[in-house]
T-cell receptor
Framework: KAGVTQTPRYLIKTRGQQVTLSCSPI?????VSWYQQTPGQGLQFLFE???????NKGNFPGRFSGRQFSNSRSEMNVSTLELGDSALYLC????????????FGPGTRLLVL | KNEVEQSPQNLTAQEGEFITINCSYS?????LHWLQQHPGGGIVSLFM???GKKKHGRLIATINIQEKHSSLHITASHPRDSAVYIC?????????FGKGTHLIIQP
C-alpha cells in the first residue's frame, strides 16, 4: 500500500497570502488529522476529519481551516498568512477509531516571508 | 487540557548503551503513542499503548496507567537510533505532544 502523501513538499509565501496544502491518506483510511510543528511550540494538533466531517479541532485561529473529500483526501487552508505560520505541516491517517496507530506523511514545509 | 512532560530533553550515549526516555501526563487518556522523527521531518509511529508493555525488535515501551507514566527503552543502541523521540497522548481533543527527546548515539 502506498503511504500518506502530501503536496507540495515545500512552499514559500508572503505575509497576507493564503495557502492550500493537500494530503492523500493510505487507501482505506477514513480519518485524516493535521498537525503543525514549529521549533518553539513543537507539534500541535490542528484538526481531524472523518468521513468528510470535522471530528475534532485544536486551539488555532479561524484562519486555519480544512475539508475532506468523499475519497478521504483532505486539504487544509491558511488565510492571511503571518510570519508565525512558518512551520512543518504534517498530516496523518488511520482507519477510523481513536485508539489506532496514525501513519504520518512526509510533511509540507511552509516558509512565510 | 493534558500536559505531557518528557525527560530528558537531550541525551547523548555511546553505541551499545541501554537508553530510557520517560513521559508523564496529567489527565487520563485513551492511548499513548511513541513517535520517532529523523532529521528532515518524517515521523514514524513506533508504539501505541493503552496498557502494559510492547516490544518491537530492540525497542520496548511500557505504560503505567495509575501513575500516568510511560517509558521507551532502547537496548543495544546504535547510531541509526539517533533521532527525536516524541510521546503523544490521545484524548477527546486529539493528540497532545511532548516536546521530544533529542537522542544522539555516538559510535
Amino acid at each position: 500500500k502506498a503511504g500518506v502523501t502530501q503536496t507540495p513538499r515545500y512552499l514559500i509565501k508572503t505575509r497576507g497570502q493564503q495557502v492550500t496544502l493537500s494530503c492523500s491518506p493510505i487507501s482505506g483510511h477514513r480519518s485524516v488529522s493535521w498537525y503543525q510543528q514549529t521549533p518553539g511550540q513543537g507539534l500541535q494538533f490542528l484538526f481531524e476529519y472523518f468521513s468528510e466531517t470535522q471530528r475534532n479541532k485544536g486551539n488555532f485561529p479561524g484562519r486555519f481551516s480544512g475539508r475532506q473529500f468523499s475519497n478521504s483526501r483532505s486539504e487544509m487552508n491558511v488565510s492571511t498568512l503571518e510570519l508565525g505560520d512558518s512551520a512543518l505541516y504534517l498530516c496523518a491517517s488511520r482507519t477510523s477509531g481513536n485508539v489506532e496507530t496514525q501513519y504520518f506523511g512526509p510533511g509540507t514545509r511552509l516558509l512565510v516571508l | 487540557k493534558n500536559e505531557v512532560e518528557q525527560s530528558p530533553q537531550n541525551l547523548t550515549a555511546q553505541e551499545g548503551e541501554f537508553i530510557t526516555i520517560n513521559c508523564s501526563y496529567s489527565v487520563g487518556i485513551s492511548a499513548l503513542h511513541w513517535l520517532q522523527q529523523h532529521p528532515g521531518g518524517g515521523i514514524v509511529s513506533l508504539f501505541m499503548l493503552s496498557s502494559g508493555k510492547k516490544k518491537h525488535g530492540r525497542l520496548i515501551a511500557t505504560i503505567n496507567i495509575q501513575e500516568k507514566h510511560s517509558s521507551l527503552h532502547i537496548t543495544a543502541s546504535h547510531p541509526r537510533d539517533s533521532a527525536v523521540y516524541i510521546c503523544a497522548v490521545g484524548g477527546a481533543d486529539g493528540l497532545t505532544f511532548g516536546k521530544g527527546t533529542h537522542l544522539i548515539i555516538q559510535p
